[in-house]
């Protein structure tokens, strides 16, 4: 298994202004997610952490809007740039330890929910 | 388009109740079949993964059936207990783009 976990819980921040989320794991692991939960919504994917170089970005989502980084196997961070309420979410980091089948189990961390005012 | 849909959006059971949670996707191709549990305020937690290969399985009281053919899945929870108050998400794996698609969730509270 891997236990994760996501610093802040929770914050309240002012339009204009940026929050950086940090995602720390337990044991190395092979891939890092970062996902977004609008309420009442599914999870959506924002980007794969990738170790070293750029994340990739789904559709929809750019890196001057949510920079990423992940300098080593159980770091990562996600910055939500620019807020508007509409970045109102909760964030979370999900990560798979690897063994490279498709049936591999992939965890999440608790979420850190952002109010954006 | 690939999509999950759940039924229902929300259920109220009583303790010791059983209950199903459908699950309908459209995703092809098709890798596996997970479903997850979350707490409010919390991350998403699995129960169980299935294959295409794979019609049921089971994890405690939770047991998962799935029909590749129909492309349907559920999820039963037998006696239930308050603590399985949550969200119950159905996630389908993208085969070809390798990607989690992700159901809209069913949010079961068991009351007393």
């Known amino acids: 298994s891997a236990v994760i976990s996501q610093k802040p819980s929770r914050d309240i921040c002012q339009r204009g202004t940026s929050l950086t989320i940090q995602c720390q794991v337990d044991?190395?692991?092979?891939?890092m997610f970062w996902y977004r939960q609008q309420p009442g919504q599914s999870l959506t994917l924002i980007a794969t952490?990738?170790?070293?170089?750029?994340?990739?970005?789904e559709s929809g989502f750019v890196i001057d809007k949510f920079p990423i980084s992940r300098p080593n196997l159980t770091f990562s961070t996600l910055t939500v740039s620019n807020m508007s309420p509409e970045d109102s979410s909760i964030y979370l980091c999900s990560v798979v330890k690897s063994s490279g089948l498709v049936t591999d189990t992939q965890y999440f961390g608790p979420g850190t929910r952002l109010t954006v005012l | 388009k690939n999509q999950v849909e759940q039924s229902p959006q929300s259920l109220i059971i009583l303790e010791g109740k059983n209950c199903t949670l459908q699950c309908n996707y459209t995703v092809s191709p098709f890798s596996n079949l997970r479903w997850y549990k979350q707490d409010t305020g919390r991350g998403p937690v699995s129960l169980t993964i299935m294959t295409f290969s794979e019609n049921t399985k089971s994890n405690g009281r939770y047991t998962a059936t799935l029909d590749a053919d129909t492309k349907q899945s559920s999820l039963h929870i037998t006696a239930s207990q308050l603590s399985d108050s949550a969200s119950y998400i159905c996630?389908?794996?993208?085969?070809?783009?390798?990607?989690?698609?992700f159901g809209a969730g069913t949010r079961l509270a068991v009351h007393p």
């Open positions: 996630v389908v794996r993208d085969g070809g783009y390798n990607k989690l698609i």
């Open positions: 952490a990738n170790q070293g170089s750029e994340a990739t970005y």
């Open positions: 044991s190395q692991v092979t891939m």
